[in-house]
């Protein structure tokens, strides 16, 4: 079966893990976690979002995190999720150097919420785009639920196409694309990556998985089919799913990297340190966590203590 | 992506996952659950299995089981797990019609446990397949852990194949690939199944993943890339893991239903029943069960409720 023989995680448990938690991580312990991550051999890490503070509290710190280690870690992209250029000033203001903006691909949910479509949306991100342009602030775009969303069901690929090709317009060419409402489904997956790719080779594409129906790594497995190199993944599956209070998260970032680790896809990333790195945070946050692999251990580890 | 129109899906969870349960079902009970089964439109279903009593009290009533049914449904194959000849004998006297007989595929494990080759434990169901033969009882046979196992990781596939071939010497050719230590990965089902099905073509192949480590439907779906249909699932994810206490267990009966009701797989049962049977065993067991659409409902149902 095709799939590669590398690819690339961002670990985003620090702003989607952590943005759905009751408890509110102060900056020294976002930073220690964020400082293990990159010692853990992350090169690609979401940090937090640049949101209002009273909408989600759980991200009013990210700005401290990124003042804290200085704006950024040499030799690692550390992004922050943006709803606007209010989002550019305050990644310009804190250090920040890579900022993602994000649009829903669902029409009726845009329409009703924003009273514009997708395209139009993000249309309006010009203002964002300019000013991290003139800041030397790299800028990305996320479409959320691009494969089926809960007010339209399967969404039409010349929706999603009409909301690429605004991105592309405002100068976007990084686009992710995240199944916030875990609809997705293997072969619908393997379908709009294979199209997007096609379609659009000047894109570089991120898939972000939520496990909500038990088929986020299944996905993974079909858009790596597809050719996807590049995914998001959660440490301990933390997450949430906005439309179903007390749904599973994010894929884990363990249980990704235990897949790698016994297919032989090269991540770079240790997951003996992710997997301290995620036990550490069950204790901070108090409960447990959805990983496969914190519950069950490594394949490996099975195997030498029956064979010692 | 390559995968069928139309899958199989045998219902496990009377057997490999109740047999994992501190609470036993009584007969009645698990004679309702069976005839609910029925009713959702399962054609394959595992009754139970004839071990010794004290060694798995759980199964003991199944010889009840089938008597309180007459041994069969019309239209409907019930199947039970036996060790030997013994079991055959007691299929005969409940009215069972189906058995399946068990090996490890490890040969570090068998030689430890029996002091012999997993081949010559098959060879050794000679005395088995001989009396269900006379009594006109069908008997298949189940490879444990043929992806890899504790003892050995990743195992040979021509250790694979002398199993297979031994299968086939006492008649057997109905075969089941079981993934009990849950240590299959994607790529590794894909091979091994393409490799099966090429090389014995007389053979029909029966797949039984464990979610231990997250990865059962992904390999559900390179199974399927690799021709594969037909699967055993259980419901509410119920069973475990012998090697791991406090894995996730079987692959959920809703979870494979609810894939192929979003990919358009015929599977001819009606999920919304067995989710209704899910949800009644979990009030029987007295905890929470696996199945991530039992917590977060079906995709059709989200977009039902948002739309109405």
Redesign the interface.
């Known amino acids: 079966?095709n799939?590669p023989s590398s690819i690339t995680l961002c670990e985003v448990g620090l702003r989607d893990g952590l943005q759905n938690e009751p408890t509110i991580l102060t900056t020294d312990q976002k930073v220690e976690i964020l400082r293990g991550l990159v010692d853990a051999g992350f090169k690609v890490i979401e940090v937090g979002s640049f949101m209002h503070p009273v909408k989600v509290p759980q991200m009013a710190n990210t700005d401290d995190v990124f003042k804290a280690i200085g704006g950024e870690i040499p030799g690692v992209q550390l992004r922050a999720l943006i709803p606007n250029k209010r989002g550019v000033d305050r990644a310009v203001a804190c250090g920040c150097k890579k900022v993602k903006l994000n649009v829903s691909a669902s029409k009726m949910h845009n329409i009703k919420n924003l009273n514009r479509t997708p395209a139009e949306s993000v249309a309006g991100f010009k203002e964002a785009c300019d000013a991290a342009a003139a800041a030397g602030i790299e800028i990305s775009g996320s479409i959320s639920m691009p494969f089926?969303s809960?007010?339209?069901?399967r969404i039409p690929v010349s929706d999603v196409d009409e909301i690429i090709e605004a991105y592309l317009n405002v100068g976007i060419n990084e686009i992710s694309l995240s199944d916030a409402?875990?609809?997705a489904?293997?072969?619908?997956v393997?379908d709009l990556c294979s199209h997007v790719r096609e379609k659009y080779p000047q894109c570089t594409w991120w898939l972000h998985f939520h496990?909500?129906?038990?088929?986020a790594?299944?996905n993974?497995?079909?858009a790596m089919?597809a050719g996807m190199t590049q995914f998001d993944s959660s440490f301990g599956g933390l997450g949430g799913?906005p439309?179903?209070p007390?749904?599973?998260g994010n894929v884990?970032t363990e249980?990704v990297l235990?897949?790698c680790e016994?297919?032989n896809i090269e991540t770079g990333i240790d997951i003996v340190k992710i997997i301290e790195i995620s036990k550490n945070l069950k204790g901070m946050l108090g409960h447990s966590l959805e990983?496969?692999?914190l519950?069950?251990?490594r394949?490996?580890d099975?195997?030498a203590?029956?064979?010692s």
Chains 1, 2 share one sequence.
């Open positions: 079966m799939h089926a809960p007010w339209e069901g409402s875990g609809m489904t293997p072969y619908g393997y496990n909500t129906r038990g088929l790594v299944a993974i497995i079909t089919a799913c439309f179903v007390g749904a599973a884990s249980d235990h897949l016994e297919e990983s496969y692999i519950r069950a251990g394949s490996k099975l195997i203590a029956k064979s």
